[in-house]
């Protein structure tokens, strides 16, 4: 610069200064941060809100309609008169949505009423929600309680109060036959199968070495004793079914719907009634909390549109569980590796960017892998190995199909760069002063790794570990292909030899959401159900996070106290 | 050497223990087998994925079967020849129906049935015995054993021919049999024995019945027959030498009372002769709607015989491109397409379409779809054509004694076997046979027969045909198309463009509306976010990262579709409104006097989020009516959908994006510098009193543009309608672009905020220090030094979003649509995949597409992150010096 003389120093107008701050540019970034906060809290809150007032009892309006029509159901959704804002076609008057039940009668679980057409709305009394094995809801008022032709009670009161003194023990001993005959009937079945599979297995085997065709024949006279024993116990089995349902025979609950039609509910497909009008809080809250207790505990009914979500809970917890165990080790050696005893140079860089990579790669690619691989790959190989029997016979793969141990694998594959990329950081975040330390004691490569480098690091692999759990558990699109299934009773884990079934197909509480949400015949109904599965996915993954988060801070306070 | 003394007094040890030693040995071989191994697992996918999609491009393998097979079929006579050859269904025993050579043409012969893999015959019948003596022309149906055959005084009898299988226990077969190789065939006395190469045994018999009574009604002798099956019996039609067609019908039906199986004959005679056409060859449709004649000049007709006594003549057209005569004809598999060569040598493949320009009554061209040019420049005559009874394949055999197989669907030439003398038949074959799992390829030439073992590959799936436009059957033209899933003899169409175009759709409006929020928020998050509100917002965020896809995809295709269909032009008139309601609060923010700013300054983002941006919503809410009634006639939905309106509206939309940034540009550059140099005494209040009336005239020099451009757009009859917007449909971009965002935002808000905190503070304060307002900071200095690490921040969003499955699976309608009209499905590569893959058979064409389409996607994230990562190692460098 080659001026000699100073220049004037240059007033500077309110204006410059006030463009200079770009206020308006720092509202619409704020303006950004507050709409994905907002966006992100208001999606939670939603699910959050949604999810836990599923099982909350409603009141049960009865509305009556001008054209003398009664309807009995729960305020879904009210919306309010909307004015005509461009033509006229857009005026309309307010409606209710009213879940009316009583599928087999309307044909439909929903009905909106015009507010117009109305002409009085109530909540009676007495009116009862009846939540059924099938067909849905039904909502009623309580008529008489019978067994068979002899009345036990007449009138409202003393009909529910009735029920409530008969429907446990009915219900019981419902339990109890479907019990005996899911699980004892289903133990037999399995009895005869394995004893089938065996002939099959004895001749497959006769036929590639002659010298053991004998174990043909007693394989078959083995089966042959399993069938007369298997005879001999469900004979045992009909009988004490059959006396359970004599004792449950002829109960029945004898309603009259909205519009006075008799509708006769036998005892034992009653799952629970209630009569919201009459509820305090505290029974709402009886009510709610058993609703919740069914909905953890329980199997699904109705095409997964009612009951509970055990299975799905368990098989969501046992895929997570066994990822985790198969993607620990691997990850750990696999970063150690990387960090510890891989030379520096390009190529390490090169496998720690693959890797990188591979943490972004999409999940249904690895999906894509798992079903070739793992089902079709391994499965398939094992199956022509080991259970060729029922292969021939059935003509149903054991391994060759989607199971729990493919999805298990295929999820650990999928978190394994995460695990990796986080272990490596832990690894590197413990100072090497301390690996010098160690090694000027004399320790050997080993020892310092055992003593000193991986217990500092455990809280941040522990990290890592934890957010592939949660990934896992919320990941779905590779189960669809790698043994997902809409429904599976049988547990992977449970009371028959040999405890653990690994290739066993599974529920998962993700792909439940997208089944019932979307595959489900009746999605309006279905609806709140998924809404509650989804919340309590989300808590499951929310309180994973926290955890991560949790260990990640007191990672950071330990490294405080200990720098020196 | 004497010990030096310690300080314990004991002696210090000065080796290492061997476990230790030994320990640190096994640590090493296990971390890094197991490490090595594992980084070698994880790579692997990638490589298993390419060896499950290679087999794809396979080239087809035909190997001829062992020296003896070339059966001797002579039938006697001065030149055999063999009219039809046939099959079993597992390819293992062939039937050839012989011919003689007499003064009038070749006559029916024999029919011989001998063994493929080694040639033996098994059995030999007389033409008499099968009902075909003096038989001219035999034509089976592709499917069955159902047969017509015409003869030399005019009659034809319509009658089954072929070999039927059935199964047989292994236990009492005899020892001749038993013994059987797989997938030889054997004869046990008069029975054929064959076993499959599974191991099982079957029998195979020859039904051969031509016994009942001929249908008379041509006179000549027969040129040509042809025969398709109808759900209630055989259509047959055919032609006789004077150009007559006889077509018929035969429906069985079983009488009720006297449960006799009554066989009802309707049918009608075309004449075709008269005007200069000589019918050389019929042809029936499958679903036996329509008959087409080919001329030996290369002419041909095509005549709709939905009632067979009435053939309705509707279209004649070329069938040899002017190139000669035809020399054969065949319907291929599906039953719609024909495939004809001509005297040069060259197939074509001619099915109907539904052509605009179509002059035939029934709105249907002819239309040659594929041509394959003829085999050599010497261009051999075609001999014979034969279609696989399960694919679209097409064998071709040529006057040199070369063979062909073609597949007609991505007009591949899939395998050449060269004729000449040395060649595989020593002549040009009569006839040429697809065996019916497409397992073995069977010519005969002369009095011998050839076999080959065929393994056709993938035949309808090519580089081409994934990437390229291909006329698909009934198409007016080529198109990129998917759809995989349809009856039997669907032609499944595997083009992956319509599925990476909506990957690439479902990514780039998500993106739009997702990267300049986080990238924004991230902005602010960083820097003017007090640092303990930071710390509760960020592991909000954070934490919505992990929130599983299917919860999203839900939401967004059950809960917001609705939604944003009900409100669409509120949601439309917010991405307008809400941005301007903010600026608007800024200008207002900046009339308070500057000590009440800076006394109230945290309290500037509860207002933005609770004040400003509720205000802009309710604004949009009130702007949306009048703004429908203005731009979209006042009803948006029907606009869309094309009724009534101008484009004008589309155009201001699609504009104003434009036209806002083209406002401040010039705002910019000719009002603020004069503002700057005039505004010098003025006192801050009028400052911001003018830089508000700025901001006023801002926006209407916007609007202004966006409506000037608008109509100039609508005069001259552009429309963003079928482009950029159309007709809405529930589940659309829009929603999935929303929905999208939802995983999006907090990836790329971490990762972006993650490079902005980390520019070292020091430039902070050093611009700070030079008087730089936080703004002018921010905006020079700190996004600036982090633009590497914002650039792989959106990448890895990029990657995700051409990932994500399930929300475009729940929220995308899934219908493999190409536009970019935001209101309309599509279908992604992922949930093509996941929808489809475990439906797909195990290793069939499709299956390994599925992979292809894997492979695709792994190689479309795989270049996105790795650039990514790239660009961010080169930051955290980068970042290192500063």
Redesign the interface.
Known sequence: MSSDKPRPRR?R?????????????????????????????G??A??AIRGASTFWPVPLELVELADTRRALGEVAEREPPQAA???AADARGGRRLLRTANFEITGNHYEWFDDAAVARSSRPEWATAVERLEGGRFHGFPVRLRQGENVVAEGPEATWQAYRREHSAVRRRYREAVRIDRHERGRLQRDLRAARLAVVQAELDAESSPARAGRVAAATAAQQKVAERVRHESLALDDRTAALRRQNEGWTLDMETADGRAVALPLEAIVRAWQPNRLSFFGKLGVYVDRWREFLADDPREANSAGGVFPAIWGTVAMTLIMALLVA???V??????R???SRGPVTTA?R??????A??????????G???FC?GLGGGIDELFFRASLVADKQPTFGTGGLLWASLTLA?LT??VV?VATEEALSAVPNSMREGSYAC??????T??RIVLPRALPGIMTGLI?AM??G?????PL??VGVKKLALDLPIDGTFPFIHPEREFMHL??L??DV??QSPN?QAA?PM?FTI?FL??AI??LL??FA?WLRSRLKRRYVAQQF | MASTPTFTGRARRRA?RPW??A??G???A???L???G??I?????AV??LA?ALPLFRPARLTAEHADVQADVAGGGAVPGVAAIGADEAGTVAWILSTRATDAGPRAAELRVVSITDGKPLLVRSATEAGLEAATVIACSPSGQHAVAGFADGSFRVGRLGLESSFRAEEGLPAAVAGLEPGTAGKDGETIVVRAAGGQFATVAVVADFGGEPSVGLSAPVLDADITMQSDGPLVAVLDATGMVRVETRSSRRNLLTDELVTSVSGGTLESGGDGFEARFVRLSELGDQLFLFAGDGTARRYEIRDVETPALRESFDAAGGAGGVSGVARMFGGNALAVADAAGAVRVFFPTRAETATAVDGLAMAAAKLFPPARVAAPAVTALAASPRSRLLAVADASGGLRLLQTTTGATVTTLPGGVGGPLGGPASALLVAPRENRLLAASGGRLAAWALDPGYPEVSWRSLFGPVWYEKYPGPVHAWETTGHESFESKFGLVPLIFGTLKATLYSMLFAT??????A???SQ??PPRWKAR?K???E??A??????L???A???FAPVIERWLMTLLAGFLC??LV??A???A??LLPAGWRSRFAAW??PL??LV??PV?LAVSRAA??PL??LLFN??VAAWLDGRGGSGFGGWVLALVPLAGVGAAALMGRFV?PW??RN??????R???V??LAT?AVGIALAAGLAVAAAAFFDALRLDTRGGLFGTYVQRNALVVAIGM??AI??LI?TIAEDALSSVPDHLRSASLGAG?????TA?RVIVPAAASGLFSAVM?GL??A?????IV??AAGNTPLMGWNLFNGFQTL?AA??TE??EAA?GSGHYRV??LA?LT??AM??V???AA??VR?RFRRRAHEL
């Open positions: 007033m107008s309110p204006y410059t200064s006030l463009t200079a701050h770009g206020e308006p540019w720092v509202w619409l970034t704020g303006g950004a941060l507050a709409l994905a906060i907002a966006m992100i809290t999606l939670l939603f699910i804002v461009a033509g080790p691997f990850g050696l696999a970063a150690l590796y990387l510890e005893y891989a496998v960017i693959a890797i990188n990579n591979l972004g790669v999409p999940s249904i690619v690895y999906g894509a892998f079903l070739g691989f079709y594959l394994l760069p990796i004399g320790a050997g490569k080993w020892q790794i055992r957010l949660a990934r558990a919320g990941e779905v699109a669809m292909l993700a792909y959401i997208y949400g979307f999605s609806k998924v989804t996915l989300v993954i929310a996070n926290l988060i | 290492t230790v030693k320990s640190d096994i640590a090493r296990v971390i890094t197991g490490g090595i594992t980084i697992a994880v790579l692997l996918v298993f994925l499950v300049p929020v986080a990238i924004l928020a902005i602010y998050a003017f976010l917002i592991p909000t965020i934490m919505m992990s929130l599983p896809s299917v919860v995809g839900f939401v295709g059950l809960v809400v941005p903010l600026l609060g800024a200008y923010w900046q500037r983002f933005i989020g400003a941006l802009g949306a009516g429908e009634r006042g009803d603020s503002l700057r505004g010098r005494g003025w006192s801050p009028r400052a911001a003018v830089s901001f965002s939802f935002i907090p808000f730089a307002t936080p703004w002018q905006i890895i990657g995700r051409v990932g994500e499955t399930m699976l729940m992922s995949i996941a893959l475990p195990r599925l992979f894997a996607l792994f994230t795989f996105v992150n790795t990562e790239v190692q």
